[in-house]
């Protein structure tokens, strides 16, 4: 799998955003209320949360690059959910202002780091590069990356506009493999194959099954989504099988 440098994560991260902002500014007013992909959730809770997701990341940011630390939300997992109830029924204006802000806000500070810069040779006053710390996960400035990577992409395809997740790149459906490894439950082992691509085995249990698919409908699956390509199939010792349950997606922000 092709490993995620800081340029190449810089990239995506500008044009998922260009993504969602080009998918926003294409609603009307009735979309907003309108259902999201996401049970209960509609595209105005979407907007929100990807508003507060790209701020809560700029924050971290900006708290590194004064060598300092900050939780994700204000109010943890509780502030996170009421600010999105609060924002989801905004007007479209608002919500389009509210996004672009948040999405330039985070660019910025993603822009603004040295690919050179680690931890290893920050100065005293705390430098920020992309292994500066952030409390995201007790991690770096990478992580944070990675994650608003996630965020931007999967996010898209949830306000429900037409863009599935069949649009999802090869590296990022690659990466969703590692980093979703964590839903595989202790006693089984998957074997991802996507198709014409090489397999990836994730989880280590004794009880294995082979996921097969297209490469994006192995992603989608995995990271809760329905694939959009119908082309997904399960199997164990030669045998057709239902898909496994998956453990739930490994949150940054713990629960109260």
């Known amino acids: 799998m092709t490993a995620i440098t800081p340029d190449t994560l810089l990239a995506?991260?500008?044009k998922a955003a260009d993504a969602v902002s080009s998918l926003a500014?294409?609603?009307?007013?009735a979309d907003v209320p309108a259902p999201s992909v996401l049970p209960g959730w509609t595209r105005g809770h979407v907007l929100a949360h990807i508003t507060g997701i790209s701020n809560a990341m700029a924050r971290q940011l900006e708290y590194a690059a004064r060598g300092e630390t900050v939780e994700l939300y204000d109010g943890g997992y509780d502030g996170r959910t009421k600010a999105i109830e609060m924002s989801a029924g905004h007007a479209l204006v608002q919500h389009r202002a509210d996004l672009d802000s948040a999405l330039e806000r985070a660019l910025r500070a993603f822009d603004s780091l040295?690919?050179?810069t680690d931890a290893g040779n920050a100065d005293a006053a705390g430098a920020a590069g992309?292994?500066?710390?952030?409390?995201?996960?007790?991690g770096v400035v990478l992580d944070g990356g990675l994650a608003l990577w996630?965020?931007?992409?999967?996010?898209?395809?949830?306000?429900?506009?037409?863009?599935?997740?069949e649009t999802w790149s090869r590296p990022f459906c690659e990466h969703l493999f590692t980093f979703l490894a964590a839903r595989v439950p202790e006693e089984q082992k998957l074997v991802l194959q996507p198709l014409g691509l090489p397999?990836?085995?994730?989880?280590?249990?004794?009880?294995?099954t082979v996921i097969s698919g297209m490469l994006t409908d192995v992603a989608a699956w995995l990271a809760g989504r329905?694939?959009?390509?119908?082309?997904?199939?399960a199997s164990a010792a030669a045998d057709g099988?239902?898909?496994p349950e998956l453990l739930p997606w490994p949150s940054g922000v713990p629960a109260k």
């Open 226 to 233: 329905e694939p959009s390509l119908g082309s997904l199939r």
């Open 241 to 243: 099988v239902d898909l």
């Open 150 to 165: 996630r965020e931007l992409v999967i996010h898209a395809s949830d306000l429900n506009t037409g863009r599935g997740p």
């Open 130 to 138: 992309w292994r500066a710390p952030i409390s995201y996960r007790g």
């Open 12 to 14: 995506e991260l500008h």
């Open 114 to 116: 040295d690919a050179d």
């Open 199 to 208: 397999p990836v085995t994730i989880g280590t249990g004794r009880r294995s």
């Open 25 to 29: 500014a294409k609603l009307t007013e």
